[in-house]
């Protein structure tokens, strides 16, 4: 299977250095971070990865935001978007079934599990 191209956008560094560790020495994914929702739109234009992580809650511009934002750009629009939150609040997650994203993963996540969680989310299990 060839290699994924998974991007990050958390505000967080902490986070965002978890994720790519994990997704590189586990799963052996080229990962790609930015630190906003705006780094994190041109770098899904320019790099075109098979798919994204993002956080909700960011400052500046928000991941709904930044959702929409990928999918009015004709190059992001077909990119995989999966939702990282620490809320996982009933009224959130109703909020999430409306919208056009492949899922979310709840933080904190389990390191030792989150390749095979983001697997499963993105459907890209072999």
């Known amino acids: 299977m060839p290699t994924k191209r998974v991007l990050v956008i958390d505000d967080e560094a902490d986070i965002r250095a978890?994720?790519?560790?994990?997704?590189e020495d586990?799963?052996?994914?080229?990962?790609f971070t930015a630190a906003s929702g705006e780094e994190g739109i041109q770098l899904a234009i320019t790099e075109?990865?098979?798919?994204?992580?993002m956080d909700v809650s960011m400052p500046?511009?928000?991941?709904?935001e930044?959702?929409?934002?990928?999918?009015?750009?004709?190059?992001t629009r077909m990119i995989p978007v999966?939702?990282?939150?620490?809320?996982?609040?009933?009224?959130?997650?109703?909020?999430?079934?409306?919208?056009?994203?492949a899922g979310v993963v709840v933080k904190p996540?389990?390191?030792?599990t989150l390749v095979d969680q983001v697997t499963g989310v993105f459907g890209w299990n072999s």
């Not at 978890?18 to 997704?23: D, N, Q, V």
């Not at 500046?60 to 709904?64: I, R, V």
């Not at 930044?66 to 190059?75: I, M, V």
């Not at 999966?82 to 997650?93: D, H, N, R, S």
Request: proline share 4%; charged share 25%.
């Open 18 to 23: 978890i994720i790519r560790g994990c997704l």
């Open 26 to 31: 586990i799963a052996e994914w080229k990962v």
């Open 48 to 53: 075109q990865p098979d798919g994204i992580l």
């Open 60 to 64: 500046g511009m928000s991941g709904l």
């Open 66 to 75: 930044a959702l929409h934002k990928l999918q009015e750009e004709s190059k």
């Open 82 to 101: 999966v939702f990282l939150t620490a809320k996982a609040l009933l009224e959130e997650q109703e909020i999430f079934t409306t919208l056009a994203i």
């Open 109 to 112: 996540f389990d390191p030792m």
